[in-house]
């Protein structure tokens, strides 16, 4: 790469950053990622359009193309997620940079492709993170760890499901009175179910490949969970775009449900994105992840990355006297917040992150989930605190 291509990857990267409120350092792996991706002429374009919005019109002006010529290239530019359309709308008329994380790294690899591209792409942010991990050293990690505390704020929300939600009985009450419910009523993040039931109504989920297993899978990695290789779902608006330029397909409420059902037995962590990775805004998607190939948990957990959450809820020992000591908490909490006191599982609140697995497994109800809405702020850890080996891969 020459220096002046890397200069203006950099300029690229730090236009694309801003398109979101969650935020990354560029660094030499980075650019090699986008290297692999963006061409030279669309390095320049993307450049000359900046952030956004802009409409298809003053894209075209942009350049010296001609109008088929240009048809193609901006159609590329879609196809790779580097230009996203405003609202989400495929036939609407204005466009914005996509940002690069939550956003144009995860359409590399959520369409399930396995060519040679892919793989390459997959062993590049392999470097990258392995390339974050290197700051982990005294006093960046003190200086890090501060920094994260005192000014960072969570983008994703877990969210835990539990084995009976899904067959919940209802109660009908009968109120003699028509009541109307608006069709962009607010429903909890902490409710899965409804979420999609929510979604459903106006065709909008769509089922993914899961970039992060996708991304362990081509760096000869797999993950060892056995659940559907498309286990991300989309949701929203965003659902047209994914579904048009082959990121996803459309997927039924009971698909996306059965899909939930299936990675929660396997041991996923739930976690619900929003768009624009700002709370405040409508959630886009909701990963079903192992926490061990996961981005956020996989990369917490290798020392690359601190980690950061809104949670609905708390772990409990609610029946501290019924433990058998059997493990089954310690071994699937994936922020090793529950551990074995005199054989008896104890659990850090302060790491805990409400996602459920270990009140999920007890055979004994020894643990239970309470409703606690809270931020949970887990800083960078010592390379000599790391627990390193998946946990997924021992096939529980």
Known sequence: MTPTRKEFLKRLARLMKLQNQSSMPVT???????????????TDF???????PISYEQARELTTQS???????????????????????????????????????ELQLC???????????????????????????????S????????????????????????????VKIEVKRKIVLPDDQIL????????????????????????????????EEPCGYEYPAESCIAIGPITAYIVRYGF????????????????????????????KDDMKLPE???????PDCCGLLGSYNRGAIPLQFKCDYLAHIAHGDQCTGCEQCTTHCPVNAVSLVRQTAYIEKTLCIGCGQCASRCPEKVIVLQAQERVVKLPLKKKSALHMKKKCLKGL
């Open 28 to 42: 030499s792996a980075l650019l090699d990622c986008m290297d692999l991706v963006i061409t030279p002429e669309e």
């Open 188 to 219: 909890p993040s902490r409710d899965l179910h409804r979420l999609l039931k929510k979604y459903g109504r106006k065709d909008n989920i769509a089922l993914m490949h899961c970039f992060c297993r996708q991304w362990r899978k081509l760096a």
């Open 143 to 170: 200086l890090q760890n501060y920094y994260f505390l005192k000014n960072g704020s969570p983008n994703q929300r877990i969210t835990p499901v539990s084995p009976h939600d899904a067959n919940k009985k209802s």
């Open 284 to 290: 886009i998607g909701i990963c079903n992840c192992c």
């Open 111 to 141: 369409g399930g492709e396995e060519t040679t591209e892919k793989r390459e792409f997959a062993r590049c942010l392999d470097r990258l993170l392995n390339d974050w991990a290197k700051y982990n050293i005294f006093p960046l990690r």
């Open 248 to 275: 996803g397909r459309h997927a039924s409420v009971e698909e996306a449900l059965e899909v939930i059902e299936k990675t929660r037995k396997a041991g996923a962590v739930h976690t619900v994105f929003y768009e």
């Open 46 to 52: 993307l450049l000359n359009m900046g952030s956004g």
């Open 67 to 105: 109008a088929a010529d240009f048809r193609g290239f901006f159609d590329t530019l879609l196809k790779k997620g580097l230009v996203w359309p405003r609202d989400y709308d495929p036939d609407g008329n204005r466009f914005d940079l996509a940002p690069i994380l939550v956003g144009w790294f």
